[in-house]
């Protein structure tokens, strides 16, 4: 008996091996993007984990001017250190003064050269003393003059730059040469991120300090001084005119800031990663189901030769096992070239990751594997049931008629999924109602959508049989007004085998729901700032860098532009919009439990000339114009913070801290020019002498004029206000437009397992069309049916897919209350939907059903 059903199985394997290539084709492809998309979380975190390498590697004691911030590493302290006032200390073997200036390097073209993952890039002095330098010449020679820089080797590698090559600094309004390229420690960066590396007295002049001081001091303990000891004499002798600490204790502090980063970007970046994960998934369980379904039958005849139900669900199984192997394998392997176009995808918008090596852990390699396994053993359980349930006489009939089920599993299976969906969305209520305002919120209650959104699609998967027999009907009374009697036969083919529809519809249904709610939300989105920028925006033109950050914006420009333009001919306003972040010290949040620690609360705060103001932003609340001491705050920050017109607030900033009084409440709608805070320019020196310059915003004047008068400035040009307000919003946008690569691989794999269940749908029907053709049926009447039966897998995945989009963003509108997410289609959506849909299940049933209504007649009934 065993080497009876042996041979069965060997005969249905070399039968049926094309459906058996073609889902295994798809399974490889799920893997494949499951694999990749882990892969690409997993080279995110290392890469925003940070380079291991430390510019402080050499240095025993760090002297930060001031108070330095205890929540960030990175952050500049508040204060001046004199470098002589430490040199000449005793135990001091070398010392070298510090300081760091966020920058962006572009080529000359404009193109910015990206830091890796969510690191910076910082102008730094070069450090000569051999003492202390960390800094490695790889090529070329150190800076020496004004406008030569050395970079590191990770700048060279991704910019495509070498020694001699010229770079733009706009923040400096400069061009410099390449003198050197240099590693930190046998790395191609820090942890900081890129560095650039100019003399000494450069970079005092851009971080605007006075003549021989600096932010920090790099010290080098004489040799037998241990670094502890020298800490507490240098802290003691400064009496608490600067923080004293360890290099040692600094570089563990800036390995956990990166750690923890890294683990909340791998965390976000999974998240997005899901939605192709559980394309994947849904791909494999369909068409792996679609196969174990076709193959009841030719398995029900092993119990007329003696085979038991429980042999035979043992052989599929087993079957489910190999297949689930093989592609497991397969899939595991491609998900390396896969991961890599994702990063390629990720770096052209300014997200580089590939400092990052390729994972090979246990995560990378055994969970996209036991994932593939897992849902080819779920999805061959029920058919295994299903075929071990059939008599054999019941397997001998010819029919391709599908036996009835009970409604009931199906009902309370979409029950339990429908449930789980409606916790994820209490979830994201909930969020709603604890959590301010703000994009935080929106983003975390977006995610929670999200997760309920699959088990939702899901759900409307397992219900979709029960919705072929009615719009089944619809369809075939159609077909039957406009073919006949061929529309009549489709009505019967379509009802008679629901899950046949069913299977290919859900696929369908899945790519529309992708691709409406990638457009819905884009549309959304893009409309309501180009709407929200006009209308705060009230100066025609803005005069920005052309290069970009990593996020996406502009890049800061300097401050002295506005002086080219003011005199040019029709200009009435030319004001600096500059920013900075500052950290909220007191008051503490009213909602503080006795004992709690305050959480660090920080924001952007933009500085702009009071007195022309209004001319050039038209803000919500008409602030006052702000005198030096005061501040504006939005009404989000207020009632986050529980804050009042009229209090003081203290903030720490790049000067060290700084007393506010909260003079007014406003709203920018844009959340482009002052989303946060506004002050007058006088307060900003206070806070940030340094403040990058976002754009000059300008009123009057025509683009030809002032091109003209900042011709001269390499790295700057003039947009008009659609244009700015659409290259500003860049950086908000960056989570959206990183959506779209996961998405597009998503809906490729998804079309691709709609023609997988088509194609073998229309191939198991083979039998079938030839006997059609015995009774006189011809080719074309034959094709006609195929496809009035694809018509109905059209018209079931679009609207299924098209309400399940329609449906996520309303969710997303009512529970995060943005008026950037809103259910508003544009009226070619549905049509260009219902088109894209209908070519491609046209176009993956056509073939099949012409290759067999072109069977002969004998051939077909031999058919299974």
Do not use: C
């Not at 983003?443 to 029960?466: D, R």
Request: proline share 6%; hydrophobic share 50%; charged share 20%.
């Amino acid at each position: 008996m065993g080497n009876a059903m042996w041979l069965i199985a060997r005969r249905s394997f070399i039968q049926g091996w094309p459906r058996l290539t073609a889902t295994l084709l798809a399974a490889v492809g799920s893997i494949a993007l499951i694999a990749g998309s882990l892969q690409f979380a997993l080279r995110a975190q290392e890469a925003v984990s940070g380079s291991d390498a430390s510019e402080y590697f050499r240095t025993d004691v760090l002297v930060q001017g001031g108070t330095a911030d205890p929540d960030d590493p990175y952050a500049p302290p508040g204060g001046r250190i004199r470098l002589d006032r430490i040199a000449s200390r005793a135990g001091v073997a070398a010392a070298a003064g510090d300081a760091a200036v966020a920058v962006t390097a572009a080529r000359p073209g404009g193109q910015a050269i990206m830091a890796s993952a969510e690191g910076r890039t910082v102008l730094r002095p070069w450090v000569p003393d051999p003492w202390l330098t960390p800094y490695r010449l790889e090529a070329g020679r150190a800076p020496a003059a004004d406008a030569e820089v050395a970079i590191v080797r990770h700048m060279s590698r991704v910019g495509r730059v070498r020694v001699g090559d010229a770079l733009t600094l706009p923040r400096q309004t400069r061009r410099v040469e390449i003198t050197g390229i240099v590693s930190v420690q046998g790395r191609d960066a820090v942890a900081a991120g890129d560095l650039v590396l100019a003399s000494s007295e450069t970079v005092r002049r851009a971080a605007v300090l006075p003549a021989g001081t600096w932010q920090s001091v790099w010290v080098k303990a004489t040799p037998g001084v241990p670094a502890d000891r020298l800490r507490s004499e240098l802290e003691r002798e400064l009496g608490g005119q600067a923080t004293v600490r360890t290099a040692d204790t600094v570089r563990h502090a800036q390995a956990d800031a990166a750690q923890s980063e890294g683990a909340s970007v791998a965390g976000v970046i999974g998240m997005l990663a899901s939605v192709a994960i559980f394309v994947g998934l849904f791909v494999v369980a369909d068409t792996f189901g679609t196969l174990a379904r076709q193959r009841t039958r030719p398995l029900a005849l092993l119990g007329a030769v003696g085979a038991t139900p429980r042999q035979i669900r043992r052989l599929i199984r087993l079957e489910a096992l190999v297949m689930g192997g093989i592609a497991s394998v397969a899939g595991v392997a491609a998900g390396y070239p896969v991961s890599a176009l994702i990063t390629w995808l990720f770096a052209r918008d300014g997200f580089d990751v590939s400092a990052a090596d390729p994972q090979f852990g246990w995560v990378a390699l055994a969970v996209p594997a036991a994932a593939g396994i897992v849902v080819t053993q779920l999805a061959a359980w029920r058919a295994a049931r299903r075929a071990a349930g059939v008599s054999p006489v019941q397997a001998l009939r010819s029919t391709v008629a599908e036996p009835r089920e009970r409604r009931w599993p199906r009902l309370m299976t979409a029950f339990a999924l429908l449930a789980g969906a409606g916790f994820w969305y209490a979830v994201a209520v909930a969020v709603r109602l604890s959590d301010p305002p703000g994009l935080d919120r929106t983003f975390g209650v977006s995610l929670m959508i999200l997760f309920g959104s699959m088990p939702a699609v899901t759900a409307l998967a397992v219900l979709t049989p029960l919705f072929v027999g009615p719009l089944g009907g619809l369809v075939g009374r159609l077909g039957t007004l406009v073919s006949g009697e061929t529309g009549r036969l489709a009505h019967a083919t379509i009802t008679r085998s629901p899950r046949r529809v069913s299977s290919a519809a859900s696929s369908l249904m899945l790519g529309v729901a992708l691709v409406a709610s990638a457009t819905l939300v884009t549309q959304s989105v893009h409309d309501r700032f180009r709407e929200a920028g006009r209308e705060v925006m009230a100066a025609e033109h803005a005069i920005t860098a052309t290069a970009r950050t990593a996020e996406g914006a502009p890049a800061p420009l300097a401050r002295d532009v506005a002086a080219l333009v003011t005199g040019t001919p029709g200009v009435s306003r030319a004001i600096p919009l500059t920013q900075t972040e500052v950290k909220l010290v007191s008051p503490p949040p009213d909602t503080l439990e006795p004992g709690e620690e305050p959480d660090s609360f920080r924001f952007l705060v933009s500085g702009a000339e009071q007195s022309g103001l209004r001319d050039v932003l038209r803000l919500g609340g008409r602030p006052p114009a702000l005198r030096p001491g005061e501040i504006a705050l939005s009404s989000t920050v207020m009632r986050e913070r529980g804050l009042r017109r009229g209090q003081e607030i203290v903030v720490r900033a790049a000067q060290g801290r700084v007393a506010l009084t909260v003079a007014s409440v406003y709203h920018d709608p844009s959340h482009l020019f002052a989303e946060q805070a506004l002050v007058a320019p006088a307060t900003m020196d206070r806070l940030d002498a340094n403040a990058a310059t976002q754009a000059i915003l300008v009123r009057g004047g025509s683009p030809e004029a002032l091109t003209h008068a900042v011709a001269g400035v390499p790295g700057v040009q003039v947009r008009d206000r659609d244009a700015y307000v659409d290259a500003a919003s860049g950086s908000l946008t960056r989570a959206l437009r990183a959506t779209y690569g996961f998405v597009g691989m998503a809906l490729l794999l998804a079309l691709f397992g709609m023609a997988t269940t088509v194609s073998m749908g229309v191939a198991e029907r083979t039998r079938e069309f030839g006997l059609l053709g015995a009774v006189g049926a011809t080719m074309r009447q034959i094709r006609s049916i195929v496809r009035w039966e694809a018509a109905t897998v059209v018209a079931l995945g679009t609207i299924l897919g098209t309400v399940t989009a329609l449906g996520t963003l309303t969710l997303l509108h009512v529970t995060t209350g943005s008026s950037f997410l809103r259910p508003d289609p544009p009226w070619w959506l549905f049509p260009l939907l219902t088109a894209g849909a209908a070519a491609a299940t046209l176009a993956t049933s056509a073939l099949p059903a012409r290759r067999a209504a072109a069977i002969p007649v004998l051939e077909a009934a031999k058919a299974e």
